[in-house]
């Protein structure tokens, strides 16, 4: 018999399989949004390094035109951005709970859910944020209505100008002032984002599995 537990973990393996291999798709900037981009040019792309180097087994980026690659790294950057963000989260939440008077515990892919059970509509809260961060997003990434109209498919395309992931956030000054220092931390964040998505995939399919904290998982 499929047990709803089997169910969630085979969708949490494919999960992680779809993750481990988008992890490693390219990305590019300053080239023409609707030209092809060439395999020796996006071999050269941050984020390709040894002993992998430009790991694109399925070959999901052939034939790719140069937008579409750059909306490729920037979901990239963007579940990358928030699996590290959810990794520390976990870790943390999982170890101890500054927040509701200690209420909150267990396993962190509950933690949620008993925050909303908490403080009503908890989760209103989450998607407003989300909302400003995404907005921004849009507002410094994306073309406008118009420029979207304007063209033949009605899709809409990142700005040529635009940089992968710069949303104009750096209230601590880390941003590297020179190109070369630009692209070996990008390259970083590129493979701690990958990194940490398919640990935060790996972590939620154990805990679904057993009911047990990362933590808990680890040391007993």
Known sequence: LITSENKMFRITLLIVALVSVAAFQPSVRNVKSFNKISMSAAESLPGAIA??????????????????????????????????????GILVG???????????????????????DLVSYFWVGVLFVIALVEGQNILTGWESPAETNARATGVAELRESYVNGDLGFDPLGLKPTTESDFEVIRTKELNNGRLAMIGVAGIVAQELVNGKGVLENIFG
């Not at 052939?62 to 959810?86: F, Q, W, Y």
């Not at 999982?94 to 909303?116: C, L």
């Open 94 to 116: 999982e170890s101890f709970n500054p927040f509701f008077d200690g209420k909150i515990t267990g396993p962190a892919i509950y933690q949620f859910q008993q925050a909303d």
């Open 51 to 88: 002993p992998l180097g430009f790991f694109d087994p399925l070959s999901l980026s052939a034939d790719k035109t140069s937008g579409e690659i750059k909306k490729i790294r920037e979901a990239e950057l963007k579940h990358g951005r928030v699996a590290m963000l959810a990794f520390l």
